[in-house]
């Protein structure tokens, strides 16, 4: 294996080695990626009856060719789409070797992965790249030039953001169809052709319609590819009709010896220092602490200054100490939930940012904020939260109790602010967040950032 490596790292140096990656990239045990995928699938189509009947999901997969059939419909194949992504954002496992994929100085990726897992390590590691990917029904022209500093990332069997993905039979004949009538972009096939080496990561060859893509794409060079160990997929005469040099080693294993041998010749790509694009403060409640710490840690990888209450903060003072920092960041971003929305401090900090005419942003943990009974809600809670503290306050007439009544004039600030609130939030962009997708919200941030910077902070 040394010397391939070494084969293969000359190539790299020299510009002149691409990657084709796959999901089985990461050695899901027994099973393949696509098994994986079919096991959950029923259990994700619960509500979106894509398949015929879940109970028999076994009469609509096949296995050997790794693509599956559903009922024709025109809404079906998006909302297949739809699983097909909810079921990426789960395999966290994909993340590390694509983190390494990105540092290696490929020109160009062909990933036969339809999610944008790839572009987001890129992103995630400030790494410059462009995109593209092969529609299912349309030429999409390329007038690019890919480079080891700026490579192309080039989506072979889909592209999710369009709801498009070559999962079943119909999309695999469009897809087809589309190439052998369009063909794929002359700087892929050209990128391709000037290549010397050609390096298959996850990928499985024994698919009829993978050997014919391949044979399309027309690969030069040496091609090598890595099949896990006692599961050769790739027969003798299928390694001879499309010259696979066969490396038998588990990818993950054969990766990290050539990201190894990389980072030894001092060739991984690092990335550029990032410039601060701006600061937000996050409000939230402690029950939602968990979704609030996921998506500080998003927006720190997008290099956003992050202002966050880390405890239970106790007593009017501290609190009004702490509020001072909304006047200071450059967007408010209070997440909704039916916790924080009924909880005074996080009332109180709204209220605060609204009265300094603070731009804001607001993330939508659920639609407690939509709620047409929101303002019974918000009573019934008022009055079993003030009852027992008016209760402690007469037992101890005689003597003030700080806490008490710092409470009791919290409690009724919340009560005389909500209503404010809750219009004014109404009235404002509100974003809904996904725990498993986090991008998209990460990036309306980004795109409030620059309207405050440019604009000023208000809404």
Not at 52 to 63: A, C, D, I, R
Not at 107 to 132: A, C, G, H, K, T
Not at 284 to 304: M, P, T
Request: proline share 5%.
């Amino acid at each position: 294996m040394k010397n391939r490596i070494t084969e293969i790292l000359k190539e790299i140096k020299a510009g002149k080695c691409i990657l084709v990656v796959g999901p089985d990239v990461h050695d899901f045990g027994e099973k393949s990626f696509f098994e994986v995928f079919c096991q959950e699938l029923p259990l994700l189509d619960g509500h979106e009856r894509v398949l015929e009947n879940p109970k028999t999901f076994s009469e609509y997969v096949f296995l050997n060719e790794e693509l599956i059939q559903i009922k024709s419909e025109p809404k079906s194949e998006k909302r297949l789409a739809l699983l097909v992504e909810e079921f990426y954002d789960k395999q966290t496992v994909l993340d590390e070797p694509l983190r390494k994929i990105a540092q290696i100085p490929f020109p160009m990726i062909i990933s036969l992965m339809p999610d944008n897992r790839l572009r987001r390590v890129f992103d995630e590691q400030n790494l410059p790249y462009e995109f593209s990917y092969c529609p299912l029904d349309q030429a999409l022209p390329l007038d690019i030039q890919p480079t080891i500093e700026k490579p192309l990332i080039y989506n072979l069997l889909g592209n999710l953001d369009e709801y498009e993905t070559v999962i079943t039979f119909d999309a695999m004949f469009r897809l087809l169809s589309n190439i052998l009538k369009n063909q794929l972009p002359n700087i892929v096939t050209q990128t391709l052709s000037n290549a010397k080496a050609v390096l298959f990561l996850g990928v499985h060859f024994e698919r009829w319609h993978t050997q014919l893509l391949l044979k399309i794409i027309d690969a030069g060079g040496f091609n090598y590819t890595i099949s896990k160990e006692g599961k050769q997929d790739v027969s003798l005469f299928v390694r001879q009709r499309l010259q696979l040099d066969l490396l038998n080693n588990n990818p993950e294993q054969f990766f990290y010896h050539l990201y190894q041998a990389c980072k030894d010749a001092g060739i991984l790509k690092a990335a550029p220092a990032r410039s601060n694009i701006g600061s937000v403060f996050i409000s939230y409640s402690h029950h939602d602490e968990s979704i609030a710490n996921q998506v500080a840690a998003a927006l720190h990888l997008s290099n956003i200054t992050v202002v966050m209450d880390q405890t239970n903060l106790a007593g009017g003072d501290k609190i009004e100490k702490f509020m001072q920092e909304i006047g200071k960041v450059d967007l408010f971003i209070p997440l909704l939930s039916a916790s924080s929305l009924f909880r005074p401090y996080v009332i109180q900090e709204i209220y605060k940012a609204l009265s300094i005419s603070k731009r804001i942003l607001a993330g939508l943990v659920d639609n407690t904020l939509l709620e047409d009974q929101i303002d019974q809600i918000k009573n019934n809670i008022f009055e079993k939260a003030m009852g027992p503290i008016g209760d402690e306050i007469g037992k101890n007439i005689k003597n003030r109790i700080p806490h008490l009544t710092t409470a009791q004039h919290q409690w009724a600030e919340f009560n005389n602010n909500f209503s404010i609130v809750v219009d004014e939030l109404r009235k404002i962009k509100n974003i809904p967040i996904n725990p498993l997708n986090l991008e998209p919200f990460v990036q309306d941030v980004i795109n409030a950032l620059n309207i405050s910077l440019k604009n000023g902070n208000s809404n």
